[in-house]
Each structure stands twice: as C-alpha cells, then as structure tokens.
C-alpha cells in the first residue's frame, strides 16, 4: 500500500506519466480511505484512457475511495459520446451509492439531454434512496419525453415512494406502454391506493397486463387480495395460472391463510409444475406440503433436483408416500431428464430405507422401473451410469446380468472399480466371466482389482 504520507509529488509524477504496467499497481496499491483532492483530481481522466487495464484500475479506485469530490468529478462523463465511457461513469456513481445523490441533483436540474436525464434517473432508481423523491417527481411532472417518463415511474416504484403514487396513477391512461409500466411501478409500493386501483383495473386489461397486475398484487395484496385471486382460479388460464398460484402462495404465507385443496387449486398446481418455468414450478411444488395427492406427487418428481431447499420438502413427502413414487418413478429416470442424479439418489434412499417396497411393485411396473435403469447406463453422466448400474442390481439381479457387457464397458475406470466391488458380493458365473475380462483392463488398478476379487472367490470355493 502507498502511504498518505508518502512523496506526493512521485505519486503526481507517475499517475501523470502514463505508463501504463507501474500506473495500473499504483491505482490497485493506492490506498483507498484518504487521498487528497489533487490526486483524485488526476485520477478521474483515467477513466478516458484507451488503455482498459489503466481504465479498470482507475474505475475501481474510484468506487472504494470515500472522497465526496469523486461523483462531482466523474458525474460530466455520463454525457460522453463514447458509450463505454457513459457506462463506466454511470456505474462508478451507482456503486458509490448515497454519496452520489448530491452530484446527481446537482447535474440533473441543468440538463436539457433527455438521454442524459433517463440515464440518471435510471441509477437514482437503482441506489434505491427515497430522499430522491422530490426530486423525481419534479422531472415527472415537468419532462414531456417519455423514455425519461417511463423511468421516472420506474425509479419511484423501486424506491417506494408512497406520495408518488397519486401522481404516477394518472399516467395510466395517457398512453397504452405505460400501462405496465404504472402497474408494476405501484406494484412495489404498499398502499392502500395501490392496491385498490390495480384491483380495479384487473377486468379490464387483457392477459399481458394481468400477468403485471398478479405479480404486484402478490407483492402488495392483503387478505382480501388473497379471496380475491382464489376466486379468479376458474376465469385464468394458460400462464396466467403461473404468477396466479405464485401470488396465492406468497399471501397464503404472509397471512397464515388457508388454501383450499379442490379440484380447481390441483389442476393449477399440475399445471404450473408441469408447464412453467422454474421461478414457478418451485413456488407450486410448495404447496405439496398441504396436497398429498398422488397425481400432484408424480408431477413433482419431474422436478425433483432443481431447487437445493425445495429437495429438502419434497423428499420429506416422497419418503412418507414411498409406495406411491417407486410405483411411477421410472417416469422420472430419463436420460433427458437433468435432474435425473437427483431422482437415482430418492430411489436409492427409499430402497435403503424399506428394502421390502420393490416387492410390493407390480411385474409390470417393475419391468419399466428396471427398463429405465438400463437406459440410464450410457448416460453422459458418469455418476448416474454407476448409481444406475447399482440400483439395477438391487432392483433386478436377473434383468442387471444382462447388462453386465455395458457396465464392464463403461469408459471411467473408477466406474468399472465400483463394477468391481459389486460383482464381488454376487455368486454367478456370468459374473466370473466379466471379472476375468477386467484382468485384462487398460487400467492396472481395475486389473488388480479384478485379479483380487478372483483369487478371493475361488479361496471361497476351494
């Protein structure tokens, strides 16, 4: 680190010197808690040099330094023509967060560039501080540009601003694009004039503006929003009934309420499980934990994998339901299924954990749960062929021998160890034939392996 109480001067020298490899440990050395204006001062045109790795260095100095001059120097580069310049600029002032606010009110109120001004209320936005209402609002009030319009809206939805909203509702029904905007804006402020007009709206609009109007008003709604989006269950539908049953579930969870388990809620659930995308599916794989219906269950394991804390729930009822998922788990052994580590692993618990439910399948649903395991030894994925290969034997011994050629065949040799130690447990001259093939492996450790498990049985014979 250079010390504040070194040579100044030598500091001024080789900032101004420009070359570029000493420049660059300078700037990542420099310190970062007191440096004086003059420095900063010829640090700040750094950010112009053709030179990234100057630039980068400089950019990063400038967003740790606390020095309150930093936003007033750096604020002129946002009107630059060079729009890695703007950006560089623009990102130094939001990462420096409240303390460019000052420089930003100062910068704005004498812009006549409608671009420029979007560009700084986008980041006043961005830094989140609802001191910068007043100021927002008067350019909402006053620019006529609605690019400048939109973000204005923007900024005052992500701040919160509760006295902007009687201001920004207005903007509804002067053009059809602010629509969503104005929706989405007061979406994320809770009042009770926010929600009340979002709520009358809702019958209106057509399904792309509900789509706005369901999400927010999972974010703002109260027990009544909730009552209310129950009782649009039978008038959505396609993916309208994803955000639907999100917002249901977030003010289910807010309020401690009740969702009722009919026929309407399952064919929602199904729904979003099986047709979403993941923000949603997760959210509806929730609710599992009040619905133990089979169809619901199966349509869960679809996804079981995909979310770290949703496994956790989900596991929990599929080991309370063990005899209903063995029955349709192939469903889910799929080698297109990239979750399907995951499904290997349930299946591999559920028969530790009652060894006597394999027995209790049908011949047919057992011949479909073994069909699927040998499919899954020549997935890409060496763990899945491996743990395939192990549930095939536990499953199936019979059906597992015909597959022995692919597990011997398998191109990771620590796959072929585990082959190995499986084939030891297992008395069958099929199995014999294999393991000596395995002497003869590219690799010595499976060729020792092989010959130890050789001489092991033939001591057990003799």
């Keep these: 680190m250079v010390s504040e109480t070194g040579n100044k001067h030598e500091i001024v020298n080789l900032i101004s010197s420009g070359e570029s490899e000493k420049l660059t440990d300078l700037l990542y050395n420099l ?9 900063i001062k010829i640090i700040v045109p750094l950010i112009l040099k053709d030179d990234k790795s100057v630039r980068n260095a400089a950019s990063n100095f400038l967003i740790q330094n606390r020095n309150l001059l930093i936003p007033e120097l750096v604020i002129e580069h946002i009107s630059s023509d060079n729009i890695s310049i703007r950006n560089l600029a623009g990102e130094i002032l939001l990462k420096k967060g409240p303390d460019s606010i000052p420089a930003i009110s100062s910068y704005i109120v004498n812009l006549d560039n409608d671009d420029d001004i979007k560009f700084l209320v986008d980041i006043l936005g961005l830094i989140g501080e609802k001191s910068t209402e007043d100021l927002i609002l008067a350019i909402l009030n006053k620019n006529q540009n609605e690019n400048v319009i939109v973000a204005c809206i923007e900024a005052l939805g992500n701040i919160g601003s509760e006295k902007a909203v009687k201001q920004i509702i207005p903007f509804y029904d002067q053009l059809e694009v602010l629509k969503p905007v104005v929706v ?5 402020i809770e009042t009770s004039e926010s929600l009340e007009f979002i709520v009358e709206k809702f019958n209106c609009e057509d399904d ?3 789509f ?3 999400e927010s008003l999972g974010e703002i709604g109260n027990q009544d929003t909730f009552y209310f989006l129950l009782s649009k269950i039978n008038e959505l539908k396609g993916a309208l009934i994803w955000p639907l049953l999100e917002a249901i579930y977030k003010l289910k969870t807010r309020y401690d ?7 309407k809620i399952k064919k929602c659930v199904l729904d979003t499980i099986i047709n979403s995308e993941p923000k949603y599916q997760i959210t509806a794989a929730y609710l599992v934990s009040v619905f133990d219906d089979p169809e619901i269950l199966f349509a869960c ?12 729930l989900l596991y929990r009822k599929f080991m309370e339901n063990k005899e209903i998922i063995i029955s349709r788990i192939y469903n889910a052994i799929d080698n297109s299924n990239e979750y399907v580590a995951s499904v290997l692993e349930l299946l591999n618990n559920i028969i530790q954990d009652d060894p006597a439910v394999i027995q209790k399948l049908s011949a047919l649903d057992k011949r479909r749960l073994t069909e699927a395991l040998s499919n899954s030894l020549t997935n890409p994925d060496e763990v899945v062929r491996i743990t395939a290969a192990e549930l095939l034997f536990a499953v199936d011994t019979e059906t597992a021998l015909l597959f022995i050629d692919t597990m011997t065949a398998d191109e990771n040799f620590w796959n072929r160890i585990r082959i190995l130690d499986i084939f030891s447990e297992i008395d069958h001259f099929q199995i014999t034939e294999s393991i000596e093939k395995l002497v003869n492996d590219p690799e010595e450790m499976v060729r020792e392996k092989a010959k130890e498990i050789l001489l092991r049985k033939q001591f057990l014979i003799n």
């Design 208 to 210: 792309l503006l509900k």
């Design 184 to 188: 989405e804006a007061i979406g994320k």
């Design 301 to 312: 394991l679809s996804i079981f994998g995909m979310d770290m804390e949703l496994n956790e």
């Design 257 to 263: 309420l009740e969702v009722p388990f009919d026929e």
């Design 31 to 39: 310190s970062f808690d007191v440096v004086e204006d003059e420095i």
């Design 212 to 214: 706005t109007m369901i």
